[in-house]
C-alpha cells in the first residue's frame, strides 16, 4: 500500500513527452496552461484570452487540430503546433453490452491499459473513470484489486477518458450549441469508481475534474461528479474543500473484523477512525448525503444484524445506503447474496430512515460490473519511487 497520497505542484510545468520535446495541452489547469503558453512565447497582455480561445477549442468543442482553432491567427497556430500536442488515451476496444453499456479498453503512455465504462439509463448517461493501473489496494471481492499497482494515471490521461468517451458518443457540440446544460448530454455524470483508488492520485483526480467542472469546457457541474474512496482518511476533507464534488465511501462491512479481510485499508484507518472523518466532513454540515456502497456477499456481510448495525454506525451522518449485489467473477472467493436476503437488509435500512437502493448490475456480460474490471495487461508492483518517476512527478 502506497504510504501517503502522491503530490505535486500544480504550478509546476509539466514534464516534456518523450516524442519531440513538446507538451500535452490536455490536463493542464488553466494556471499551468497560462504558464505554458507563457514560456512558449505568448505576449503576456494575450495570454489570459489565449488561454480562454485555447481551452474552449479543446474543453468545449472537442477540437484536436490546432489549424482547426480558427479565431487565432494563423501565426499563432503555427506556434501552438509547434510547442505543444493535444493526446488523449487511444481506445484499444469498445465491447457494448446487451444492456447499452459501453466497456472501453484504452492505453495510455508507456503502452499500459485502463478500462472505462459508460452506462447509459433514461435520464443521464454515467462515465466510470479509473485513476490508476491497477489498485493500491487489495479488495478481497474486487477484481480489479487483483491487478497489482502500475502507477498513477496523468490528469490528462483522467479527463482524457472522459473526452475519448465522449468522441465515441459523438456528443460534442455542433457549432451554436450552448455550453453546461444546455449543450448535448449523453454523457452527464462522471463517478471516480473506475480501476484504482482516487484519492492516492489525488493531486491528478483533483486537477482532472477542476478541468471537467469548468463552465467554459465539458462543464459538469461538481453534483455530478462522484469520488469513491475505500477510506483514504487524511484525503477526505481535501475532497471537500479542493475539489467539491459528491463523496462514496467503499464500505462493504459492519466490524472491522469483516472490513479487514474485505477492504484491508481497514487495518490502517478502521470503521471508527473512518466515521469520525466523515461526521467532520465539511459537506456534511451543509447537508448533503455521502453514499455508502455495500457490496452484498451471501454469508459474509448481509445479515439482518449486519443491517442493524450499520445504521447504528452511520447514525448522525446524512447518508444513503447503495446496496450492490457481487459482481462475480472468474475465481472470486464469494458469491452473491439471494434477492430475497438483499431486499431484507434493504427494508431494514429504508424502515431506519435511509434511502437504500438496490444497484441494478448493468454490463456483466461485458465484465464491466462494479467489481469486475481488470485490464488485460499484467504488471507487477513497482516501488513509489518508480511510480512518481513514471508519472513524471
Known amino acids: 500500500m502506497t504510504d501517503a497520497p502522491i503530490t505535486q505542484d500544480v504550478l509546476t510545468l509539466p514534464r516534456k513527452l518523450p516524442e519531440g520535446g513538446k507538451t500535452n495541452l490536455i490536463g493542464l489547469t488553466r494556471p499551468q496552461m497560462q504558464a505554458a503558453l507563457l514560456a512558449a512565447g505568448t505576449p503576456e497582455k494575450q495570454v489570459k484570452m489565449r488561454v480562454n480561445q485555447v481551452w474552449q477549442w479543446l474543453y468545449h468543442w472537442g477540437v484536436r487540430d490546432f489549424d482547426a482553432m480558427t479565431n487565432l491567427a494563423k501565426p499563432y497556430r503555427a506556434l501552438l503546433a509547434e510547442n505543444f500536442v493535444i493526446e488523449i488515451p487511444e481506445m484499444v476496444s469498445r465491447l457494448v453490452s446487451e444492456d447499452g453499456t459501453r466497456k472501453y479498453l484504452v492505453r495510455i503512455a508507456g503502452g499500459h491499459e485502463v478500462e472505462v465504462v459508460y452506462i447509459p439509463e433514461e435520464d443521464r448517461g454515467t462515465l466510470c473513470v479509473s485513476s490508476q493501473v491497477g489498485c493500491t489496494l487489495t479488495c478481497s471481492f474486487c477484481h480489479t ?6 502507477r498513477n494515471l496523468t490528469a490528462a490521461e483522467i479527463v482524457g477518458q472522459v473526452m ?4 465515441d458518443l459523438g456528443e460534442w457540440p455542433a457549432p451554436g450549441t450552448g455550453t453546461g446544460e444546455n449543450g448535448p448530454r449523453l454523457l452527464s455524470n462522471i463517478v471516480l469508481m473506475g ?3 482516487p484519492l492516492y492520485n489525488f493531486d ?3 486537477d482532472a475534474m477542476k478541468i471537467a467542472m469548468d463552465g467554459e469546457g465539458i462543464a459538469l457541474s461538481r453534483r455530478r461528479i462522484t469520488l469513491s474512496t475505500s477510506g483514504v482518511v487524511p484525503e477526505i476533507a481535501r475532497c471537500a474543500e479542493e475539489i467539491g464534488c ?3 465511501i467503499s464500505f462493504h462491512a459492519t466490524t472491522d473484523e469483516i472490513r479487514d479481510k474485505l477492504v484491508p485499508i481497514n487495518k490502517r484507518w478502521n470503521i471508527a477512525t473512518l466515521l ?13 448525503r455521502i453514499t455508502f456502497e455495500y457490496v452484498m456477499l451471501k454469508d459474509v456481510n448481509d445479515s439482518d444484524e449486519d443491517a442493524r448495525r ?10 444513503k445506503i447503495n446496496l450492490i449485489p457481487f459482481n462475480e467473477w472468474p475465481g472470486a472467493p464469494y458469491q452473491r447474496s439471494s434477492n430475497n436476503r438483499i431486499r431484507a437488509f434493504a427494508d431494514i435500512i429504508y424502515k431506519a430512515g435511509y434511502a437504500s437502493p438496490i444497484r441494478t448490475p448493468r454490463g456483466e456480460d461485458i465484465m464491466a460490473a462494479c467489481g469486475q474490471l481488470k485490464s488485460a495487461t499484467e504488471r507487477a508492483r513497482k516501488s513509489r519511487a518508480q511510480i512518481e518517476a513514471e508519472a513524471g512527478l
Open 276 to 288: 469520525d472523518a466523515l461526521r467532520t466532513y465539511p459537506k456534511v454540515s451543509n447537508s448533503e
Open 246 to 248: 459528491q463523496l462514496a
Open 145 to 150: 484489486g487483483t491487478q497489482k499497482l502500475v
Open 164 to 167: 475519448m468517451a465522449r468522441d
Open 195 to 197: 480501476m484504482g483508488e
Open 204 to 206: 491528478n483526480v483533483r
Open 310 to 319: 450499520l445504521i447504528r454506525l452511520i447514525e448522525g451522518i446524512p447518508a
